[in-house]
């Protein structure tokens, strides 16, 4: 597949969390719709956001697994954790989880035991199956991260480490912006028009990541010259992609109910992956 | 070097034949065996002591282990290698050498496999069932390292995750140069398991549990 035309895509987190963390249809989705762009630009705090959210879900599960260590009492967490409102995982991810590529039978299951000791037993196998496809897909993830993009937008307040490994447990520090002010709100706070335009649409929608967002907006527009927390610039969210897109871009995201009124409201395109893929079709 | 010279530490193992000795450098540190040059020009080895390399972050057994894997040169493609087997067998016990007898199997037949996937797919898929079959046990010689860990996950998860649909000729060839990679090193390190089993996906081979691709999902508030 060859671009086009000169056309840019702009991509945000959750096609980038596509793109690194997840198996057939949506990787390729994304991976093809991108083909379709002849300028790929990735925003620096996408990364942030990665790193902040998916990435630190499977850091979370892998070091469960190493604390714990037994897979049988992960799982059993996890299915707890659950049924409360805190919920760390869907309920279709703790389920796949219940699956194991080693399956064999009991004779060679006891066999294996008697040879090996308790590292062959089945919840060893699968407690070692997933930290070590976990800590591979991090690792993984964070050296593809870059690959076929051109970054845009650093951030000084924010530093990329890689993640690293301590007493067999992973850490993603920093996942947050660090001393230094931040550099995104100067841009930001300079475009009150933008903000209250973003404002008025992020009202129209009742969900508690909307209103974080609104009341973001609403700080920054009150005070200018106030810069902004590390809270505010998560809760800013989709808005910074809408903000920092360039005009003639298409912002790329899975989350279009979100993302798509904002950027809309500013006179900007965002489009799902299938949707490229369906505008393209036959071409 | 004469045996004068040599470390009262030392223990002389069963290559006390020829005259010709080329030692690891940290032999006094540890009752390393001590290679002849002559056995191991007769196991087909090339004794390049130049190259071996201090690594003081893994410590005086993997100084040794390290050492003992640059004098030589890499192991032949298929088929066993008594001197490295014997080696490692004395150094590290019983799991290592289990590993390295599954690594010799598995070898031979992803070997096997890449010589027949011209003329005969289906021998060269049966193969590659049979290294399947393989690494369940040779996953439970992971206490040897991670990355021996995770790069035979990787490798039983590119298996798997085709579901029965067999593998293509550059695939196939893959994998046989990462099962050579971990017979010639099983202490692979985790940053180096990574890179091989990124290569992998490259060949459009998925090594990621499905499960991991749910994970991914924010769960809704």
Same mark, same amino acid.
């Given at each position: 597949?060859?671009?086009?035309?000169?056309?840019?895509?702009?991509?945000?987190?959750?096609?980038?969390?596509?793109?690194?963390?997840?198996?057939?249809? &949506?990787?390729?989705?994304?991976?093809?719709?991108?083909?379709?762009?002849?300028?790929?630009?990735?925003?620096?705090?996408?990364?942030?956001?990665?790193?902040?959210?998916?990435?630190?879900?499977?850091?979370?599960?892998?070091?469960?697994?190493?604390?714990?260590?037994?897979?049988?009492?992960?799982?059993?967490?996890?299915?707890?954790? /659950?049924?409360?409102?805190?919920?760390?995982?869907?309920?279709?991810?703790?389920?796949?989880?219940?699956?194991?590529?080693?399956?064999?039978?009991?004779?060679?299951?006891?066999?294996?035991?008697?040879?090996?000791?308790?590292?062959?037993?089945?919840?060893?196998?699968?407690?070692?199956?997933?930290?070590?496809?976990?800590?591979?897909?991090?690792?993984?993830?964070?050296?593809?991260?870059?690959?076929?993009?051109?970054?845009?937008?650093?951030?000084?307040?924010?530093?990329?480490?890689?993640?690293?490994?301590?007493?067999?447990?992973? /850490?993603?520090?920093?996942?947050?912006?660090?001393?230094?002010?931040?550099?995104?709100?100067?841009?930001?706070?300079?475009?009150?028009?933008?903000?209250?335009? &973003?404002?008025?649409?992020?009202?129209?929608?009742?969900?508690?990541?909307?209103?974080?967002?609104?009341?973001? &907006?609403?700080?920054?527009?009150?005070?200018?010259?106030?810069?902004?927390?590390?809270?505010?610039?998560?809760?800013?969210?989709?808005?910074?992609?809408?903000?920092?897109?360039?005009?003639?871009?298409?912002?790329?995201?899975?989350?279009?109910?979100?993302?798509?009124?904002?950027?809309?409201?500013?006179?900007?395109?965002?489009?799902?992956?299938?949707?490229?893929?369906?505008?393209?079709?036959?071409? | 070097?004469?045996?004068?010279?040599?470390?009262?530490?030392?223990?002389?193992?069963?290559?006390?034949?020829?005259?010709?000795?080329?030692? =690891?450098?940290?032999?006094?540190?540890?009752?390393?065996?001590?290679?002849?040059? $002559?056995?191991?020009?007769?196991?087909?080895?090339?004794?390049?002591?130049?190259?071996?390399?201090?690594?003081?972050?893994?410590?005086?057994?993997?100084?040794?282990?390290?050492?003992?894997?640059?004098?030589?040169?890499?192991? =032949?493609?298929?088929?066993?290698?008594?001197?490295?087997?014997?080696?490692?067998?004395?150094?590290?016990?019983?799991? %290592?050498?289990?590993? %390295?007898? %599954?690594?010799?199997?598995?070898?031979?037949?992803?070997?096997? $496999?890449?010589?027949?996937?011209?003329?005969?797919?289906?021998?060269? @898929?049966?193969?590659?069932?049979?290294?399947? $079959?393989?690494?369940?046990? +040779?996953?439970?010689?992971?206490?040897?390292? @991670?990355?021996?860990?995770? +790069?035979?996950?990787?490798?039983?998860?590119?298996?798997?995750?085709?579901?029965?649909?067999? %593998?293509?000729?550059?695939?196939?060839?893959?994998?046989?140069?990462?099962?050579?990679?971990?017979?010639? $090193?099983?202490?692979?390190?985790?940053?180096?398991?990574?890179?091989?089993?990124?290569?992998?996906?490259?060949?459009?081979?998925?090594?990621?549990?499905?499960?991991?691709?749910?994970?991914?999902?924010?769960?809704?508030?």
């Amino acid at each position: 597949m060859s671009p086009q035309n000169k056309q840019t895509v702009y991509v945000e987190t959750t096609v980038l969390t596509d793109l690194l963390l997840k198996t057939g249809a &949506l990787k390729e989705q994304a991976s093809s719709a991108l083909g379709f762009f002849e300028e790929k630009l990735l925003p620096v705090y996408a990364i942030k956001e990665f790193k902040a959210g998916p990435l630190r879900r499977f850091v979370w599960l892998h070091n469960k697994l190493v604390v714990l260590n037994s897979f049988s009492a992960t799982l059993d967490i996890l299915q707890r954790v /659950s049924r409360t409102p805190q919920r760390y995982l869907t309920s279709t991810a703790i389920e796949a989880l219940k699956t194991t590529a080693y399956s064999i039978g009991n004779i060679k299951a006891r066999e294996l035991v008697k040879k090996y000791g308790p590292n062959a037993t089945l919840d060893a196998m699968q407690r070692d199956e997933y930290r070590l496809a976990l800590r591979m897909a991090v690792e993984k993830a964070w050296k593809n991260r870059k690959r076929g993009f051109r970054i845009v937008q650093p951030v000084s307040c924010y530093i990329e480490v890689a993640p690293q490994e301590k007493r067999g447990q992973l /850490s993603l520090e920093p996942t947050s912006c660090g001393e230094m002010s931040c550099r995104l709100w100067p841009k930001i706070a300079e475009q009150p028009q933008v903000l209250a335009t &973003l404002r008025a649409v992020t009202d129209t929608v009742s969900n508690a990541e909307h209103k974080r967002r609104s009341q973001a &907006l609403h700080d920054i527009e009150r005070k200018p010259n106030v810069p902004l927390s590390r809270n505010q610039c998560v809760n800013l969210g989709d808005a910074v992609f809408a903000i920092f897109a360039p005009k003639d871009s298409t912002i790329l995201s899975t989350n279009l109910r979100d993302l798509r009124p904002l950027a809309e409201s500013l006179g900007k395109t965002c489009k799902s992956p299938s949707e490229v893929l369906a505008t393209n079709a036959g071409t | 070097m004469s045996s004068k010279e040599m470390s009262p530490n030392f223990s002389v193992s069963r290559y006390t034949t020829g005259d010709k000795w080329v030692l =690891p450098p940290y032999s006094e540190l540890s009752s390393a065996p001590a290679l002849s040059a $002559a056995s191991m020009h007769e196991a087909g080895h090339t004794v390049a002591s130049q190259q071996l390399i201090a690594d003081p972050s893994l410590g005086t057994g993997g100084l040794l282990i390290r050492a003992a894997m640059e004098l030589v040169n890499p192991v =032949p493609a298929v088929g066993e290698s008594p001197l490295v087997d014997d080696l490692f067998s004395q150094l590290r016990g019983s799991t %290592l050498s289990s590993a %390295l007898h %599954l690594l010799n199997e598995a070898l031979a037949h992803s070997q096997r $496999a890449f010589d027949a996937i011209d003329s005969d797919p289906v021998s060269a @898929d049966d193969e590659m069932q049979q290294l399947q $079959a393989i690494l369940p046990e +040779l996953f439970c010689c992971r206490s040897i390292g @991670d990355g021996f860990g995770a +790069l035979v996950n990787s490798i039983q998860y590119a298996l798997v995750n085709r579901e029965g649909f067999p %593998l293509t000729k550059s695939q196939i060839s893959l994998l046989l140069g990462a099962i050579r990679k971990l017979r010639e $090193a099983p202490f692979i390190s985790f940053g180096d398991a990574v890179n091989l089993a990124m290569t992998f996906e490259d060949a459009e081979l998925v090594i990621d549990p499905p499960a991991l691709s749910h994970l991914a999902d924010e769960p809704t508030e």
